[in-house]
Structures are given as structure tokens and as C-alpha cells.
């Protein structure tokens, strides 16, 4: 009988998935949650808070989401205030020091990657919802997506050593895959180096960048301001003009306007 309860006790224990050697992981988005569980295997159990259909500067704040960060031993950011309207509450709410800015799992994946449009001079009102710590839309070069991958597993490393070595097979494996990937889509995207295109919002320079292809304009008129009929018939013009046929879409913005422009 003494047994049984001990068995019954050691399973409502709190923190069983860390007694199982897990480390519990919440990501801010799916792109990051998919990459730590590249790197952390079933050593981990990673969950990510804004959906990929959602737009990841405004997310609704569910109590859902300060129980999960509650239970957390490392939060993974996009950083750069990609997530400043909506993570802060979160995670006062929440109260757990480990994951708080600062702490040791808390780790803001944009410290070691390329960021572009760092913005140089004052930021105004009158310029939209500029990112005032440069774009933070960086993880669709695929390299940066390397570099995210590395901060993770050192992290990973940091909070369980014990598994730092399937950590760092799991990374070399990754970068392996990765490299085969990277030139089968270098060579896909060879064709469209030059080509202009139009994107609905900023979210694509540094895609842009690593395949050489030419944004000529945006469906928004400013970062974060919706279309205005002024502007987009100026988009059009332009259009025409640099003989510009793709309208690129993030897949939580209303087509509408972008078919209209395509129309
Ligand atoms: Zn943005």
C-alpha cells in the first residue's frame, strides 16, 4: 500500500516532463518552434504561440498562452519588437523568472543573425510602424535560419548539458539538410534573380537579398498602415512602368487589394 502511493505521489509530482529529462520550450513563433525541434529531438517539448496564419506583430494575448510560459524553462523570441505589442503582458502575467528577459531561458534569436534596415536618424509617427531595431521579418534567408539554429542549440546546452552532445549531433545534422537545401532553392530562384516584385508588407528583404530579386514597392502605404486607394494606384503606375508581375502576400493579410492590383 505504502508503495502505491509513493508511485501515486511521483506521478502528480509538478515538473514530470522535466523528471523525464525534457526541456519545456515555447517559442513566440512556429518558424522558431520548427527549428528548435530540428536541434532538440524528443529532448524537448517545444510549443509555439502565434500560429503561422497569424500575424505575428498582433497576437491576441489568451490566458492559454501565461499558463504555457508559466510551465516554461526556456521562451525563444524573434526580437527586435517584432512581438512588443503583445509578449510583455504575457509574460509579467505569467511570472516565471526563467523565462524572463534577461534570464537564461530567455533568448532572443535575432542577437547573432543579419538584420537589415537597421533605420539611420529619427523614427517618426508619420512613417508607419517602423521597426525602430531594424527588420525583423530576417529568418527567410535560409542561413539566418543557421544562425537561429546554433544560438538554440548552445542554449539548449547551457540549460541541460547532459545532452549537449545529441544537441550538437542533432545542429550538424540540421546544417547538413540544410546545406542540400540550400542548393536545390539557390538553384531554383537563379532564374528570378532581377526580377520586380511587389510584397504586401516588409516582410521579405532579407529573402530578397540572398536571391537577388527587386522589390519595387509595397501594397501597404507605410509599415503596419493598411492600403489606401491613393496609394495603390500609384503601386499600379509603377507597376506598369517597371514591368513589375508579382504581388507577394504574407498569408495573414486581406487579398483584396493585392487582387485588385493583379486585376
Ligand atoms: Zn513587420
Known amino acids: 500500500m505504502i508503495r502505491k502511493l509513493l508511485v501515486l505521489a511521483l506521478l502528480l509530482a509538478p515538473g514530470i516532463a522535466r523528471a523525464q529529462g525534457k526541456l519545456n520550450v515555447i517559442a513566440t513563433t512556429e518558424d522558431l518552434a520548427s527549428i528548435a525541434r530540428e536541434v532538440g529531438g524528443d529532448r524537448v517539448a517545444v510549443e509555439a504561440i502565434a500560429r503561422g496564419y497569424q500575424d505575428p506583430h498582433f497576437v491576441e494575448a489568451k490566458p492559454s498562452f501565461i499558463l504555457k510560459l508559466q510551465k516554461a524553462d526556456l521562451l525563444i523570441v524573434v526580437g527586435r519588437e517584432l512581438e512588443i505589442g503583445w509578449l510583455p503582458p504575457l509574460l ?146 509603377a507597376m506598369k512602368e517597371q514591368n513589375a508581375h508579382i504581388v507577394i502576400v504574407e498569408p495573414y493579410f486581406d487579398l483584396k487589394t493585392p487582387q485588385s492590383i493583379a486585376n
Open 92 to 237: 509579467a502575467n505569467g511570472r516565471n523568472a526563467k523565462v524572463q528577459t534577461g534570464s537564461n531561458g530567455y533568448l532572443d534569436a535575432s542577437m547573432n543573425v543579419k538584420i537589415l534596415e537597421i533605420p539611420t536618424g529619427q523614427i517618426t509617427r508619420a512613417m508607419g510602424d517602423v521597426h525602430p531595431q531594424g527588420n525583423p521579418h530576417y529568418w527567410l534567408d535560409p542561413n539566418n535560419g543557421r544562425m537561429i539554429a546554433q544560438a538554440i542549440r548552445d542554449r539548449f546546452s547551457q540549460l541541460d548539458p547532459a545532452n549537449k552532445a545529441v544537441y550538437a549531433q542533432r545542429y550538424d545534422d540540421f546544417d547538413k539538410r540544410l546545406k542540400a537545401a540550400e542548393a536545390r532553392w539557390d538553384a531554383a530562384l537563379a532564374p528570378y534573380k532581377g526580377v520586380k516584385v511587389v510584397t504586401y508588407h516588409r516582410s521579405w528583404p532579407n529573402f530578397m537579398e540572398r536571391w537577388g530579386l527587386d522589390v519595387i514597392g509595397y501594397v501597404e502605404p507605410k509599415p503596419g498602415i493598411p492600403p489606401t486607394t491613393s496609394h495603390t494606384v500609384e503601386l499600379i503606375e
